[in-house]
């Protein structure tokens, strides 16, 4: 596996960067860094345009078009770990002053465009572009290029690139949003993809542009997702790309390295193991994490939820600080990196500031998606101010989350949505989807195995068994609960995951607590019913203790993911022997 390639900006004397890691956290690595500084593009401001374009001086800056809809803030950490300062656009001249512009898009189309349009910067973006002057768009920034989209429409796009950005087709069995690592046909010279070879890249999204003969020229790779769609354009400096290379780890990197400096030399290719050629199998390290009894946030690890050593004392287990963890599961190889705070259901999550810190930390240094889940609620703290689920959200966005993870709030969600029918658009989950879009949303389920003589003994779905209960029951149905597991409620995982998916969730990560920390293996019968009964990815959870319990979940169900914990954190097994036994046994997987 390729650790980071590049050394992080902390070694990089930038004057007035307030750029810091905690100094447990060393991701520093061998590539030099000269290459960073060797930019010296001249702009040439096209004639008949009205603000004349006056270059930054410095050249290690670049200017980020971030039109404060949602979560831009792994495109700065990703920019300021290559050495690289920002400069935020705050009026439209500073896009035309930009000696190199970075637009990430998020949230969805239509607001973008509503935003763009009333900060008078639609216009401005068209002319920058049409000048050719360098610009990078991210996601929905690519997708702004085209001529409209159907998120939420038609609704009118920037209109340089002929095109309808439209949804994915679940129809055809294939999981939508599209998450994931995913490969890219190079159909031209794209100078910032020169170092990719034939890697895998971070995706995430519900809706794309598809080639036609009218962009054709635009084009410099597509992936294929049941269909082939546009990953990423070129036309002289104008790049944009659908996938994140914020999220793509040194691969990314490398991507945005290219942009900013299109002079660097590449000075080590990555050892190429097998060629990218379809959406991979993510291995997913979970971090538990909870304030012991000491007041340290550290990370825990229960038997079927038991965090508590089996000592006289009773402390909580410690398996290490969350960010060293983090980091270090980064550069063995891990696909994404998910924190639950477990005791976030009785905790005020934003009275957590070790929390929010330890995310702000991680994603400073974490080039791959990160999940947080725990408390995210309504809330009315001891001063009676009341904080929406919305709001808590927010914040670990801000802090650095790609992704949130609802786990208790959202089994009431979907116990009153299949009792009423009705969507209320008030659950934390809708709203949150809205937002900041389905993608961003996942379901944490933890559900426990109650096995039955007759499957019809319960109104929830029920499956046969492989192995079966302590009295011969060869049924069980899985009940979710709440409050990390203490609380049994009314609702069958099945019944709580078709719920979840139409409430607005755009993933689910599937628990069990009959197997968490037992090293058996995943609870096979509980994944296949859940994976099957979806369209959204789903993230196997619980239980993993060899890498042959991967490749076993991989190969019996359809699961997008296989998380794990415990073996990661005691080192019985390392990321990179799971990734290499998987690629023995012909599973797609990101190296
Ligand atoms: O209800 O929205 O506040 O969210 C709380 C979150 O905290 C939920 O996602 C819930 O799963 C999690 N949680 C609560 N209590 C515990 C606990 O362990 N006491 N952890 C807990 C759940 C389960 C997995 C674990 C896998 C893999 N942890 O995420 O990491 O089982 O473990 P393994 O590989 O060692 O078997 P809310």
Known sequence: MEAATFASAKQIPTAGSSYSTPSSLNVSGSHSLQCLWRISRKLKPSKGFSIRASSVDDDSVVTLLDYGAGN???????????????????????????????????????????????????????????????????????????????????????GLIPG???????????????????????????????????????????????????????????????????????????????????????????????????????????PVHRKASKLAKRVIACLDVRTNDKGDLVVTKGDQYNVREHTKENEVRNLGKPVDLAGQYYLDGADEVSFLNITGFRDFPLGDLPMLQVLRYTSENVFVPSTVGGGIRDFTDGTGRYYSSLEVASEYFRSGADKVSIGSDAVYAAEEYSKTGVKTGKSSLEQISKVYGNQAVVVSIDPRRVYLKDPDDVEFKAVRVRNPGPNGEEYAWYQCTVNGGREGRPIGAYELAKAVEDLGAGEILLNCIDCDGQGKGFDIDLIKLISDAVSIPVIASSGAGAVEHFSEVFFETNTSAALAAGIFHRKEVAIQSVKEHLLKAGIEIRM
């Open 72 to 158: 831009v803030r792994s495109v700065r950490n990703a920019i300021r770990f290559l050495g690289f300062d920002i400069k935020d656009v705050q009026t439209p001249e500073d896009i035309m002053n930009a000696k190199r512009l970075i637009f990430p898009g998020v949230g969805a189309f239509a607001a973008a465009m509503d935003v763009l349009n009333k900060k008078e910067m639609a216009e401005v973006l068209c002319a920058y572009i049409k000048q050719d002057r360098p610009f990078l768009g991210i996601c929905l920034g690519l997708q702004l290029l085209f001529e409209s989209s159907e998120e939420n429409g038609p609704v009118k796009g920037l």
């Open 164 to 270: 309808v950005v439209g949804r994915f087709d679940s129809s055809n069995g294939f999981r939508v949003p599209h998450i994931g690592w995913n490969a890219l046909q190079i159909t031209k010279d794209s100078q910032i993809l020169d170092d990719i070879g034939s890697r895998h890249v971070y995706f995430v999204h519900s809706y794309r542009a598809m080639p036609s003969d009218d962009n054709r020229d635009w084009i410099s790779s597509t992936c294929n997702y049941g269909e082939n769609f546009i990953a990423s354009v070129r036309r002289g400096n104008i790049h944009a790309v659908q996938f994140h290379p914020e999220k793509s780890g040194d691969v990314g990197l490398s991507i945005l390295r290219r942009f900013l400096d299109p002079k660097c030399e590449i000075t080590k290719k990555p």
